[in-house]
Nanobody
Framework: QVQLVESGGGLVQAGASLRLSCAVS????????MAWFRQAPRKEREFLAT????????HYRDSVKDRFTISRDDLRNTIYLQMNNLKPEDTAVYYC????????????????WGQGTQVTVSS
């Protein structure tokens, strides 16, 4: 059974950095795609970044690609989202997700989701 557990959220000031972690267990296929999403209050969930478990290739939402970096640590079975120069509009619950299809991920769907971690950026 796939389990995803996020951590690393918190309250920071604008301009600060945070690194979110997603501990992954139960993923046995290296064909999985891992992703980060976020959902702000009264807004729809939005895709941020993906990383292919097999070859490490990445893909980003245009609006965050200059500030956010997705990465993985195979030894720790952990996916990270490094977020720099945070802005108040980055305030949201951030979710880790996994699916065998990058196409589904980009459409906002995934078979597995974490519980989310709150990021709040004050001005």
């Amino acid at each position: 059974q796939v389990q995803l557990v996020e951590s690393g959220g918190g309250l920071v000031q604008a301009g600060a950095s945070l690194r979110l972690s997603c501990a992954v267990s139960g993923v046995t296929s290296r064909s999985y795609v891992m992703a980060w999403f976020r959902q702000a209050p009264r807004k729809e969930r939005e895709f941020l970044a993906t990383i292919n478990y097999n070859d490490g290739s990445t893909h980003y939402r245009d609006s965050v690609k200059d500030r956010f970096t997705i990465s993985r640590d195979d030894l720790r079975n952990t996916i990270y989202l490094q977020m720099n120069n945070l802005k108040p509009e980055d305030t949201a619950v951030y979710y880790c997700a996994a699916d065998a299809s990058s196409g589904r991920i980009l459409l906002g769907f995934a078979n597995y989701w974490g519980q989310g971690t709150q990021v709040t950026v004050s001005s």
